[in-house]
Protein backbone atom coordinates (compact mmCIF):
# COMPACT_ATOMS: atom_id res chain seq x y z
CA UNK A 1 0.00 0.00 0.00
CA UNK A 2 1.53 3.07 -0.91
CA UNK A 3 0.90 6.25 1.33
CA UNK A 4 -1.41 8.83 -0.08
CA UNK A 5 -2.04 13.29 0.91
CA UNK A 6 -4.13 14.78 -0.50
CA UNK A 7 -3.80 18.63 -2.01
CA UNK A 8 -6.88 20.84 -1.98
CA UNK A 9 -8.83 17.33 -2.30
CA UNK A 10 -6.61 15.71 -5.06
CA UNK A 11 -4.83 12.32 -4.70
CA UNK A 12 -0.79 12.55 -4.34
CA UNK A 13 1.09 9.52 -3.62
CA UNK A 14 3.73 9.99 -1.16
CA UNK A 15 7.06 8.02 -2.27
CA UNK A 16 10.78 8.24 -3.23
CA UNK A 17 11.69 7.98 -6.10
CA UNK A 18 13.31 4.95 -6.28
CA UNK A 19 10.43 3.61 -4.38
CA UNK A 20 8.33 4.78 -7.92
CA UNK A 21 10.60 3.27 -10.06
CA UNK A 22 10.24 0.13 -7.66
CA UNK A 23 6.05 0.24 -8.06
CA UNK A 24 6.47 0.69 -12.00
CA UNK A 25 8.87 -2.49 -12.25
CA UNK A 26 6.62 -4.76 -9.54
CA UNK A 27 3.80 -3.66 -11.57
CA UNK A 28 4.91 -4.57 -14.63
CA UNK A 29 6.12 -7.78 -13.90
CA UNK A 30 2.82 -8.91 -12.53
CA UNK A 31 1.24 -7.83 -15.48
CA UNK A 32 -0.72 -4.77 -13.45
CA UNK A 33 -2.66 -2.09 -15.45
CA UNK A 34 -1.52 0.90 -14.21
CA UNK A 35 -2.07 4.96 -14.87
CA UNK A 36 0.44 7.09 -13.64
CA UNK A 37 -0.32 10.58 -13.29
CA UNK A 38 2.43 13.20 -13.09
CA UNK A 39 0.85 16.11 -11.22
CA UNK A 40 1.74 19.46 -10.67
CA UNK A 41 -0.52 22.90 -10.04
CA UNK A 42 -1.82 22.89 -13.28
CA UNK A 43 -3.86 19.46 -13.15
CA UNK A 44 -5.15 20.26 -9.70
CA UNK A 45 -6.57 24.11 -11.10
CA UNK A 46 -7.81 21.99 -14.23
CA UNK A 47 -9.44 19.20 -12.55
CA UNK A 48 -11.32 21.20 -10.06
CA UNK A 49 -13.22 22.56 -13.30
CA UNK A 50 -13.18 19.23 -15.24
CA UNK A 51 -15.03 16.11 -12.65
CA UNK A 52 -14.14 13.76 -15.39
CA UNK A 53 -9.95 14.48 -14.89
CA UNK A 54 -10.70 14.94 -11.48
CA UNK A 55 -12.01 11.18 -11.31
CA UNK A 56 -9.02 10.19 -13.33
CA UNK A 57 -6.50 10.80 -10.50
CA UNK A 58 -8.51 9.79 -8.52
CA UNK A 59 -8.67 6.21 -9.97
CA UNK A 60 -4.91 6.11 -11.18
CA UNK A 61 -2.70 4.05 -9.27
CA UNK A 62 -0.44 6.37 -9.07
CA UNK A 63 0.08 10.11 -8.66
CA UNK A 64 3.95 11.28 -8.53
CA UNK A 65 4.81 15.09 -7.69
CA UNK A 66 6.09 16.24 -10.75
CA UNK A 67 5.44 20.01 -9.96
CA UNK A 68 7.66 22.18 -7.18
CA UNK A 69 3.86 23.60 -6.40
CA UNK A 70 2.86 20.40 -5.17
CA UNK A 71 5.94 20.10 -2.92
CA UNK A 72 5.51 22.87 -1.52
CA UNK A 73 1.70 22.58 -1.00
CA UNK A 74 2.49 19.47 1.05
CA UNK A 75 5.02 21.17 2.95
CA UNK A 76 2.19 23.45 4.11
CA UNK A 77 0.35 20.23 6.07
CA UNK A 78 3.57 19.63 7.31
CA UNK A 79 4.25 16.70 4.97
CA UNK A 80 8.52 16.45 3.54
CA UNK A 81 7.84 14.56 -0.31
CA UNK A 82 11.03 14.89 -2.66
CA UNK A 83 9.87 15.86 -6.18
CA UNK A 84 9.77 13.36 -8.65
CA UNK A 85 10.36 15.03 -12.09
CA UNK A 86 8.64 13.53 -14.99
CA UNK A 87 11.85 14.00 -17.19
CA UNK A 88 14.19 12.04 -14.70
CA UNK A 89 11.34 9.90 -14.00
CA UNK A 90 10.95 8.92 -17.87
CA UNK A 91 15.02 8.64 -18.29
CA UNK A 92 14.79 6.19 -15.10
CA UNK A 93 11.88 4.23 -16.73
CA UNK A 94 13.85 3.76 -20.18
CA UNK A 95 16.74 2.60 -18.24
CA UNK A 96 14.34 -0.02 -16.55
CA UNK A 97 12.73 -1.14 -19.99
CA UNK A 98 16.15 -1.60 -21.76
CA UNK A 99 17.62 -3.39 -18.22
CA UNK A 100 14.35 -5.64 -18.11
CA UNK A 101 13.10 -5.87 -21.55
CA UNK A 102 10.16 -3.69 -21.57
CA UNK A 103 8.18 -2.95 -24.42
CA UNK A 104 8.54 0.85 -24.77
CA UNK A 105 5.96 3.29 -26.85
CA UNK A 106 5.91 6.44 -27.26
CA UNK A 107 3.24 8.41 -27.99
CA UNK A 108 3.38 12.23 -27.99
CA UNK A 109 4.91 15.23 -29.62
CA UNK A 110 5.60 16.73 -32.89
CA UNK A 111 6.08 14.08 -35.99
CA UNK A 112 9.78 15.19 -36.45
CA UNK A 113 9.93 15.64 -32.09
CA UNK A 114 8.80 12.42 -32.20
CA UNK A 115 11.16 10.61 -34.85
CA UNK A 116 13.99 12.19 -33.31
CA UNK A 117 13.66 11.14 -29.61
CA UNK A 118 13.44 7.25 -31.48
CA UNK A 119 16.50 8.02 -33.50
CA UNK A 120 18.30 9.30 -30.24
CA UNK A 121 17.11 6.06 -27.64
CA UNK A 122 17.91 3.80 -30.29
CA UNK A 123 21.54 5.23 -30.79
CA UNK A 124 22.34 5.47 -26.95
CA UNK A 125 20.13 2.13 -26.01
CA UNK A 126 20.48 0.01 -28.75
CA UNK A 127 18.83 -2.86 -26.58
CA UNK A 128 15.87 -0.59 -26.31
CA UNK A 129 12.54 -2.54 -27.39
CA UNK A 130 10.57 0.53 -29.12
CA UNK A 131 7.60 -1.77 -29.97
CA UNK A 132 5.94 1.60 -31.56
CA UNK A 133 6.20 5.03 -31.41
CA UNK A 134 3.81 7.93 -33.03
CA UNK A 135 3.82 11.59 -32.84
CA UNK A 136 0.84 13.03 -30.37
CA UNK A 137 -1.23 15.58 -33.70
CA UNK A 138 -3.47 12.31 -34.92
CA UNK A 139 -7.39 12.29 -35.63
CA UNK A 140 -7.83 8.98 -34.84
CA UNK A 141 -7.20 8.08 -31.16
CA UNK A 142 -8.92 4.44 -31.41
CA UNK A 143 -6.39 3.24 -33.91
CA UNK A 144 -3.54 4.50 -31.80
CA UNK A 145 -5.16 2.39 -29.39
CA UNK A 146 -5.45 -0.67 -31.62
CA UNK A 147 -1.80 -0.17 -32.70
CA UNK A 148 -0.18 0.24 -28.98
CA UNK A 149 -2.24 -2.78 -28.59
CA UNK A 150 -0.76 -4.91 -31.48
CA UNK A 151 2.19 -3.29 -30.95
CA UNK A 152 2.59 -5.54 -27.77
CA UNK A 153 3.90 -2.84 -25.31
CA UNK A 154 3.84 -2.47 -22.20
CA UNK A 155 5.38 0.66 -20.71
CA UNK A 156 3.81 3.40 -22.60
CA UNK A 157 5.00 7.28 -22.74
CA UNK A 158 2.42 9.78 -23.58
CA UNK A 159 3.50 12.96 -24.29
CA UNK A 160 -0.07 14.82 -25.48
CA UNK A 161 0.00 17.73 -22.98
CA UNK A 162 -2.67 17.34 -19.86
CA UNK A 163 -5.47 16.32 -19.67
CA UNK A 164 -5.36 15.29 -23.12
CA UNK A 165 -2.83 12.74 -22.11
CA UNK A 166 -4.52 11.27 -18.95
CA UNK A 167 -7.92 10.81 -21.01
CA UNK A 168 -5.89 8.79 -23.74
CA UNK A 169 -4.49 6.55 -20.70
CA UNK A 170 -7.10 6.04 -19.08
CA UNK A 171 -9.16 4.76 -22.40
CA UNK A 172 -6.20 2.77 -22.79
CA UNK A 173 -6.15 1.05 -19.66
CA UNK A 174 -9.71 0.42 -20.18
CA UNK A 175 -9.15 -1.75 -23.33
CA UNK A 176 -5.64 -3.13 -22.26
CA UNK A 177 -4.45 -5.75 -19.62
CA UNK A 178 -0.59 -5.67 -18.27
CA UNK A 179 0.21 -2.04 -19.42
CA UNK A 180 1.92 0.81 -17.26
CA UNK A 181 0.92 4.05 -18.92
CA UNK A 182 2.09 7.55 -17.95
CA UNK A 183 1.74 10.99 -19.25
CA UNK A 184 4.38 13.20 -19.80
CA UNK A 185 3.81 16.46 -20.64
CA UNK A 186 6.59 17.99 -22.61
CA UNK A 187 9.10 15.48 -21.91
CA UNK A 188 9.78 14.88 -25.32
CA UNK A 189 10.58 17.80 -26.39
CA UNK A 190 13.11 17.72 -23.54
CA UNK A 191 14.27 14.03 -24.30
CA UNK A 192 14.78 14.98 -27.92
CA UNK A 193 16.73 18.02 -27.40
CA UNK A 194 14.54 20.26 -29.08
CA UNK A 195 14.12 22.09 -25.90
CA UNK A 196 16.76 22.85 -23.26
CA UNK A 197 16.67 20.67 -19.72
CA UNK A 198 17.01 23.86 -16.91
CA UNK A 199 20.20 24.34 -15.75
CA UNK A 200 20.88 22.60 -12.48
CA UNK A 201 20.76 25.90 -10.51
CA UNK A 202 17.15 26.54 -11.75
CA UNK A 203 16.21 22.73 -10.85
CA UNK A 204 18.07 23.16 -7.44
CA UNK A 205 15.74 25.87 -6.40
CA UNK A 206 12.50 24.14 -8.07
CA UNK A 207 12.57 26.52 -10.78
CA UNK A 208 11.99 24.91 -13.78
CA UNK A 209 8.98 26.71 -14.67
CA UNK A 210 10.42 29.74 -14.54
CA UNK A 211 13.02 28.68 -16.93
CA UNK A 212 10.59 27.76 -19.65
CA UNK A 213 8.39 30.51 -19.14
CA UNK A 214 11.81 32.41 -19.73
CA UNK A 215 12.36 30.22 -22.67
CA UNK A 216 8.83 30.63 -23.91
CA UNK A 217 7.38 33.59 -22.23
CA UNK A 218 4.43 32.23 -24.50
CA UNK A 219 3.29 30.13 -21.35
CA UNK A 220 3.56 33.35 -19.17
CA UNK A 221 -0.82 32.72 -19.20
CA UNK A 222 -0.38 29.24 -18.52
CA UNK A 223 0.97 29.88 -15.12
CA UNK A 224 -0.63 33.06 -14.10
CA UNK A 225 -2.89 33.33 -11.91
CA UNK A 226 -3.35 29.59 -12.06
CA UNK A 227 0.01 29.30 -9.57
CA UNK A 228 -0.40 31.93 -7.01
CA UNK A 229 -3.78 30.56 -7.08
CA UNK A 230 -2.94 27.64 -6.12
CA UNK A 231 -0.45 28.09 -3.73
CA UNK A 232 -3.28 30.44 -2.26
CA UNK A 233 -5.41 27.41 -1.82
CA UNK A 234 -2.62 25.16 -0.56
CA UNK A 235 -1.98 27.28 2.18
CA UNK A 236 -5.75 27.65 3.19
CA UNK A 237 -5.58 23.88 2.86
CA UNK A 238 -2.77 23.44 4.87
CA UNK A 239 -4.36 25.51 7.55
CA UNK A 240 -7.60 23.91 7.28
CA UNK A 241 -5.35 20.54 8.40
CA UNK A 242 -3.87 21.88 11.07
CA UNK A 243 -7.05 23.37 12.93
CA UNK A 244 -8.21 19.96 12.57
CA UNK A 245 -5.03 18.64 14.53
N1 LIG B 1 1.18 17.73 -27.92
C1 LIG B 1 0.80 16.65 -28.69
N2 LIG B 1 -0.46 16.65 -29.19
C2 LIG B 1 -1.36 17.63 -28.96
C3 LIG B 1 -0.95 18.71 -28.14
C4 LIG B 1 0.32 18.73 -27.63
O1 LIG B 1 1.58 15.74 -28.91
O2 LIG B 1 -2.47 17.54 -29.44
C5 LIG B 1 2.55 17.72 -27.38
C6 LIG B 1 3.36 18.96 -27.63
O3 LIG B 1 3.97 18.87 -28.90
C7 LIG B 1 4.36 18.89 -26.49
C8 LIG B 1 3.54 18.22 -25.37
O4 LIG B 1 2.43 17.62 -26.00
O5 LIG B 1 5.42 18.05 -26.83
C9 LIG B 1 2.95 19.13 -24.34
O6 LIG B 1 3.81 20.04 -23.99
P1 LIG B 1 3.42 21.14 -22.93
O7 LIG B 1 4.67 21.83 -22.66
O8 LIG B 1 2.25 21.93 -23.37
O9 LIG B 1 2.94 20.23 -21.74
P2 LIG B 1 3.12 20.30 -20.19
O10 LIG B 1 4.41 19.65 -19.87
O11 LIG B 1 3.06 21.74 -19.79
O12 LIG B 1 1.92 19.51 -19.76
Do not use: C
Not at 194 to 222: D, N
Amino acid sequence: MINTAYVQGFKVNLLKYNEALDFVKTSLDNGENVQIVTINPEFIEAAKKNPAFANIIKYAELVVPDGVGIKIALKFKGINQEQIRGVDFAQSLIELARDNGYKLALIGAKPEINQKLVEILKGKYPELNIVYHHDGYFQNEDEIIENIKNSGANLVFTALGAPKQEFFNAKLKAVSQGVVSIGLGGTFDVLSGSVALAPPVYRKLGLEWLYRTIKQPERFKRIFPTLPLFLFHSIMDGVKDNTKK
